[in-house]
């Protein structure tokens, strides 16, 4: 081969490899994002270090909010586990699919397989993925996270304080603790606070050691980011803790300022470490939004069982900040500016859209779907604000309070009407509602429009 020849393959090779590398970055480019959300339960605004805990250490969180953003004023759609857990997965208020309240053992409805949520939209881009704790959206095999658009479930499928349905499916390799044998989850009483653990579909262990509980779903998320690194995931992490009775691992336990309840959430912060060490080790972090939020506040309870939603008023149940504003992280390097806050109203009702968008996938456009793009919040765009003109509290089937700009709305038959200005007092402390008659008048009628709406437009739940 003559030097001429040479310099021609070179230059071909050469040009050749820059293709290769353009087309290479096109693709690294059009690589839709991972998402990750952990959701935990229970968790008071207050119960977190830079949300000011002064007892519990929360390091990773801290972390979190350090390299990411942190939210003041984000909310649940419930303050209580199915509905929030229902609007999260669908970006709709609860009320509007048939599922404002909590579901137990006993109940045969669920999550309307007909319903599309995250996990199915994803599944337009071929995305991994994966449903690693707390379900509470139907134990029924059709309800459970397999029909819903995620490959693979690994939980317990109600609220730890709960008991075995005896018609669940037991699996033919099924790990039967504390005496029990097949005859007596069948037939036997079914006490409280015994839960089953599944796979997929079916009862692996019963019942289920809850003080391994977080510990082994962080083995089983670290596994599925391990496992699937190579291509787009869906992580959906709903923990069991700190919901009651509260469970730590002997690592844990005892070892908090806080008692066993902050046992449990020290212990949910090392789960958080776990997760973001494997997105590093992995090499996915920098393409991999994690979302970090609570179901609902905390509950009221003596003896340090509970958490605490300070400065807040109120708590799990009820429509005040404390039941249902919660504290809220997300972290994307190199997406989400660094250190940043963000005080505008922002919902679990959001996610849905906002992830669409990041990933380049279609909301279903045949149904109402309430959540909004809070992507400029979360990126930081400058001037960015709320895209809620007003967010909507019920309690069960009863609007109960409206949230429009620095006023909140509430009427209820214990309360009456209060009218509070949440910028200047987060606390719900002064009623303002007699010297502001116009507002309560129009916020009344926000009220009156969205019900009457709402309820106009509802889906069927699901059911057997």
């Given at each position: 081969m003559n030097l001429n020849t040479n310099l021609a393959w070179r230059v071909i090779a050469s040009a050749l490899g820059l293709a290769l590398s353009a087309l290479t970055l096109s693709a690294q480019k059009e690589?839709?994002?991972?998402?990750?959300?952990?959701?935990?339960?229970?968790?008071?605004?207050?119960?977190?270090?830079?949300?000011?805990?002064?007892?519990?250490?929360?390091?990773?969180?801290?972390?979190?909010?350090?390299?990411?953003?942190?939210?003041?004023?984000?909310?649940?759609?419930?303050?209580?586990?199915?509905?929030?857990?229902?609007?999260?997965?669908?970006?709709?208020?609860?009320?509007?699919?048939?599922?404002?309240?909590?579901?137990?053992?006993?109940?045969?409805?669920?999550?309307?397989?007909?319903?599309?949520?995250?996990?199915?939209?994803?599944?337009?881009?071929?995305?991994?993925?994966?449903?690693?704790?707390?379900?509470?959206?139907?134990?029924?095999?059709?309800?459970?996270?397999?029909?819903?658009?995620?490959?693979?479930?690994?939980?317990?499928?109600?609220?730890?304080?709960?008991?075995?349905?005896?018609?669940?499916?037991?699996?033919?390799?099924?790990?039967?603790?504390?005496g029990y044998t097949i005859d007596a989850v069948k037939y036997g009483k079914a006490p409280r606070n015994l839960v089953p653990l599944l796979r997929n579909e079916e009862v692996i262990e019963y019942p289920v050691d809850q003080s391994t509980l977080t510990k082994r779903y962080t083995e089983r998320a670290v596994g599925f980011i391990e496992t699937n690194k190579d291509k787009p995931f869906f992580l959906y992490m709903p923990h069991t803790m700190p919901h009651v009775p509260l469970f730590a691992s002997e690592e844990f336990a005892g070892k908090s300022e806080r008692g066993l309840y902050g046992d449990t959430i020290e212990e949910i912060d090392w789960s958080v470490g776990q997760v973001l060490k494997a997105l590093k080790e992995q090499g996915v972090e920098d393409r991999t939004l994690v979302i970090y939020a609570s179901d609902n506040g905390p509950w009221k309870l003596n003896g340090g069982k509970g958490g605490s939603a300070y400065p807040l008023r109120g708590y799990k149940f009820q429509t005040l900040e404390g039941g249902m504003r919660v504290p809220c992280l997300m972290r994307w390097p190199g997406k989400i500016p660094v250190g940043s806050v963000c005080s505008e109203v922002a919902a679990t009702i959001d996610l849905m859209p906002t992830i669409a968008r990041l990933t380049g996938t279609t909301l279903p456009d045949d149904r109402i779907i309430d959540g909004k793009d809070i992507w400029p919040l979360i990126s930081g765009q400058e001037g960015a604000v709320s895209p809620h003109d007003a967010y909507f509290f019920y309690r069960a089937m009863n609007l109960e309070a409206v949230r429009s700009g620095d006023w909140k709305l509430r009427v209820t038959e214990a309360d009456g009407v209060e009218l509070f200005n949440l910028k200047e007092d987060i606390s719900e402390a002064e009623n303002l509602a007699a010297e502001n008659p116009h507002i309560v008048k129009m916020l009344r009628a926000l009220m009156a429009t969205f019900d009457a709406e709402l309820k106009s437009n509802t889906r069927p739940v699901g059911s057997m």
């Open positions: 690589t839709p994002p991972n998402v990750v959300i952990i959701f935990v339960d229970d968790q008071g605004y207050n119960d977190i270090g830079v949300y000011g805990s002064p007892l519990i250490k929360t390091p990773n969180l801290d972390r979190m909010a350090k390299e990411g953003m942190r939210f003041t004023d984000f909310y649940s759609a419930s303050a209580v586990c199915t509905p929030s857990r229902a609007a999260l997965l669908t970006g709709t208020y609860a009320q509007r699919i048939g599922l404002p309240g909590v579901l137990f053992p006993h109940h045969r409805t669920g999550l309307n397989p007909e319903e599309v949520t995250i996990a199915d939209m994803l599944k337009q881009k071929r995305y991994a993925t994966a449903a690693i704790g707390k379900w509470h959206l139907g134990h029924e095999p059709k309800f459970l996270p397999t029909r819903h658009g995620f490959d693979w479930y690994y939980g317990v499928p109600y609220s730890n304080d709960m008991s075995i349905d005896p018609k669940m499916e037991l699996a033919a390799d099924v790990t039967l603790r504390e």
